[in-house]
């Protein structure tokens, strides 16, 4: 069964850091492409970012550019995204989803994990 | 600034038709821009639906189906069902590798 599971989310003030973690199982990790995506309350969906299978290709959306980071680890099977100078429209539900193919949309997703960025 | 544009909310009756559209600002949405549809339900994540323009994902029923209608990306649901209600995202791939979501459709079954 394929499983994507997010964590990291947390309450944090406007300015600070936080970095979330995305762990796989049940699909061949190593040749999906990986997105974030996350949803506001009370919004729809937005695209943030996106990393190759080998992390040779990574695009950014212009809302996180400079800000954020995305990296992943083939061998522990995990995506990451580090996120810094959090902004209060930064809160949101974060996803996870993979690609297996450019154009092939997102297939599998996480549940997502809850960032709240609040002073 | 690329916007994709979806209706706003669409309604439905059991058992009939209905047909979300998936725009661009300023282009015409063609099968190079890989349309793909998601549900979701509150609460909930995402639910993938069709992809590349009309491949539905796997055990999605076949009464989803998805297409380029004139210069826009479709989905279409034939015999709408209680538990269609939901919202619908389209997304769409631009030339630069970003993916863009459109606004999302809020679908009611009445």
């Known amino acids: 069964e394929v499983q994507l599971v997010e964590s990291g989310g947390a309450l944090v003030q406007p300015g600070g850091s936080l970095r979330l973690s995305c762990a796989a199982s049940?699909?061949?990790?190593?040749?999906?492409?990986l997105n974030w995506v996350r949803q506001a309350p009370g919004k729809g969906l937005e695209w943030l970012t996106y990393?190759?299978?080998?992390?040779?290709?990574?695009f950014y959306a212009d809302s996180v550019k400079g800000r954020f980071t995305i990296s992943r680890n083939n061998a522990d099977k995990s995506l990451s995204l580090q996120m810094n100078s959090l902004r209060d429209e930064d809160t949101a539900v974060y996803y996870c989803?993979?690609?297996?193919?450019?154009?092939?949309?997102?297939?599998?997703w996480g549940q997502g994990t809850q960032v709240t960025v609040s002073s | 600034q690329t916007v994709v544009t979806q209706e706003p909310s669409l309604s439905v009756s059991p058992g009939g038709t209905v047909t979300f559209t998936c725009g661009l600002s300023?282009?015409?949405?063609?099968?190079?821009?890989?349309p793909s549809w998601y549900q979701q339900t509150p609460g909930q994540a995402p639910r993938t639906l069709v992809y590349?323009?009309?491949t539905r994902s796997s055990g999605v029923p076949d009464r989803f189906s998805g297409s380029i209608f004139g210069n826009k990306a479709a989905l279409t649901i034939r015999g709408a069902q209680a538990d269609d209600e939901s919202v619908y995202y389209c997304?769409?791939?631009?030339?630069?590798?970003?993916?863009?979501f459109g606004g999302g459709t809020r679908l009611t079954v009445l």
């Open positions: 300023s282009d015409s949405v063609s099968t190079r821009h890989y």
């Open positions: 990393i190759s299978g080998g992390s040779s290709t990574i």
């Open positions: 590349s323009t009309n």
């Open positions: 989803a993979s690609e297996y193919n450019y154009g092939s949309g997102f297939n599998y």
């Open positions: 997304v769409l791939y631009m030339g630069s590798g970003i993916r863009v």
């Open positions: 049940g699909f061949t990790f190593s040749t999906y492409g």
